[in-house]
């Protein structure tokens, strides 16, 4: 089957052509430019129709290539952990210019997925970085990825809630960052979301539950904080005095508490 020929096949099935794309690039390999400039090349077609059948049931098209670009790198991604977001960039865009602005060394975050946002930061600056997860997944997922793009010397991954993990280091820590789950019991989420791993969507009857145990449980002063909430989650934040910072479509996306002024 030649490109545009695969081309023509997924828009008939509903898919747009970036989709067919990426799937393309999968398959054969090959750059998104070469695919635009060789319409007539030959990919494998038998492929191509099984990932186009697997798409049209919903399942999220980061799964079936793999992957995600996220903050300047590419991230593995399969089954079994949360697939990043492009809003969840602004997390570490800020986090970036806090570390740089107080010169903080350690990092850590709850509930590491795939890695792509500790990751991403610690390719940007020279902190040392600890993560940890509930689900195993996850962290395979991440300490692959801190393989793949040279940090895992300047990674420590453990298992279990929030920071229980490193309550031993606890004290050491500066700065603090997590995209935890936010998303309300009873809403109703797009298909694709739904393939997502559910202790990484869920947080509670409003979404609250995490961020209601968490500061429960920790004491933050001399700390900084930045945590994503969900587009209508701000007032909460609003209410405790901490930042509320709104992401690139203007809704309510990062909440920061310095306790190092």
Not at 5 to 23: M, T, V, W
Not at 55 to 66: A, L, N
Not at 68 to 85: A, D, H, Q, S, T
Not at 90 to 101: F, H, N, T
Request: with cysteine; net charge neutral; hydrophobic share 40%.
């Amino acid at each position: 089957m030649r490109i545009k020929e695969a081309i023509k096949i997924s828009r008939q099935h509903g898919l747009p052509d970036l989709e067919a794309h990426i799937i393309i690039q999968f398959i054969s390999g090959k750059t998104k430019e070469f695919i635009i400039a060789h319409p007539n090349f030959e990919i494998d077609d038998e492929k191509f129709m099984e990932l186009i059948e697997k798409r049209k049931t919903g399942y999220p098209i980061q799964y079936i290539v793999k992957g995600k670009e996220f903050y300047k790198n590419w991230f593995y991604i399969e089954e079994g952990v949360l697939i990043p977001r492009q809003e969840t960039e602004l997390l570490v865009e800020i986090a970036i210019q806090y570390i740089k602005k107080y010169r903080l060394e350690k990092i850590a975050e709850i509930g590491v997925g795939s890695g792509a946002i500790i990751i991403s930061i610690l390719l940007e600056t020279q902190t040392i970085g600890y993560g940890t997860d509930i689900l195993e997944k996850a962290l395979e997922i991440t300490k692959l990825n801190a393989k793949r793009l040279n940090v895992e010397d300047r990674l420590y991954l453990r298992k279990g809630s929030f920071l229980e993990p490193f309550k031993d280091i606890y004290y050491d820590l500066e700065l603090i960052v997590s995209n935890p789950p936010y998303v309300k019991n009873n809403a109703i989420l797009p298909p694709e979301v739904c393939w997502e791993p559910k202790e990484a969507l869920y947080g509670g009857k409003d979404g609250l539950e995490f961020y209601r145990n968490f500061l429960n449980k920790y004491d933050l002063s001399g700390k900084i904080v930045m945590l994503e909430i969900g587009h209508d989650q701000g007032g909460f934040f609003r209410k405790l005095g901490w930042n509320v910072e709104k992401d690139y479509s203007g809704n309510d996306r990062i909440v920061i508490f310095n306790g190092r002024r």
